[in-house]
């Protein structure tokens, strides 16, 4: 069994560009979730996919977006990046997203905007 | 609004003693609750989880929490230390998907020699 896996590590970026952090969950499972982890804070739901549909949404602008493939890789896009964005970018599987359902977490995107 | 409190940023112990980091919940009903674990460069790890039933739950590396309604409290524990425990811990609730949690602020733990 493999386990989530993220690319690239580290990003940097400059302000008003656009970023596309990938993930790969683990095999089965047909949910992920992503969520921002800015310095000194815990994580916050962006959005969340269930067999390639969005599934639910935080507190996140429309700039925000995310494709999720039948291959169990997914993507989360920012467009007209700002420098708040800067942050720790996680990534997270689960078979069904169920109420009893257990995450399994990638090791996270550092993005840096400039 | 649903949210987690975890009240304390920083907390060193020393190797051997014992821990006790609190984890307080505001919702509208009873959430399920969870403690995660993330060391740096990694993702977060789940210690344990608390759906329902006995309210002192076990976990990963020795480490165990009690969910106390009364408190909207759901504290984790751990009788003895190890150095290698010094990470960052998050506490975290939802009550309709595990996927749409929400994380307490974490509480850094420092482990003396």
């Known amino acids: 069994e493999t386990g989530v896996t993220q690319s690239p590590t580290h990003l940097i970026k400059t302000r008003g560009q656009q970023v596309t952090l990938r993930c790969s969950s683990q095999?089965?499972?047909?949910?992920v979730s992503w969520y921002q982890q800015a310095l000194g804070q815990g994580p916050q739901f962006i959005f969340q996919?269930?067999?390639?549909?969005?599934?639910g949404r935080g507190n996140f602008p429309p700039r925000f977006s995310g494709l999720q493939f039948p291959n169990y890789s997914s993507e989360l896009n920012v467009n007209a990046l700002e420098l708040d964005d800067s942050a720790l970018y996680l990534c997270?599987?689960?078979?069904?997203?169920?109420?009893?359902?257990?995450?399994?977490f990638g090791p996270g995107t550092r993005l840096t905007v400039l | 609004a649903q949210s987690v409190t975890q009240p304390d940023i920083h907390i060193t112990v020393s190797e051997g003693a014992s821990l006790e980091l609190r984890c307080n919940y505001s919702?509208?009903?009873?959430?399920?609750l969870f403690w995660y674990v993330q060391s740096p460069g990694q993702g977060l790890q789940l210690l344990l989880k608390?759906?329902?039933?006995?309210?002192l739950v076990q976990g990963i590396k020795g480490f165990e929490a009690e969910f106390k309604r009364s408190q909207s409290s759901f504290n984790l524990r751990k009788p003895s230390v190890h150095w290698s425990d010094a990470a960052e811990y998050f506490c975290?609730?939802?009550?309709?998907?595990?996927?749409?949690?929400?994380f307490g602020d974490g509480t850094t733990l420092t482990v003396k020699p």
């Open positions: 975290a609730a939802h009550n309709t998907n595990a996927g749409k949690s929400t």
């Open positions: 608390y759906f329902s039933g006995d309210t």
């Open positions: 997270a599987s689960s078979p069904s997203g169920g109420v009893t359902d257990t995450q399994y």
């Open positions: 919702y509208g009903a009873t959430p399920y």
């Open positions: 996919y269930y067999r390639e549909e969005e599934n």
């Open positions: 095999s089965g499972h047909n949910t």
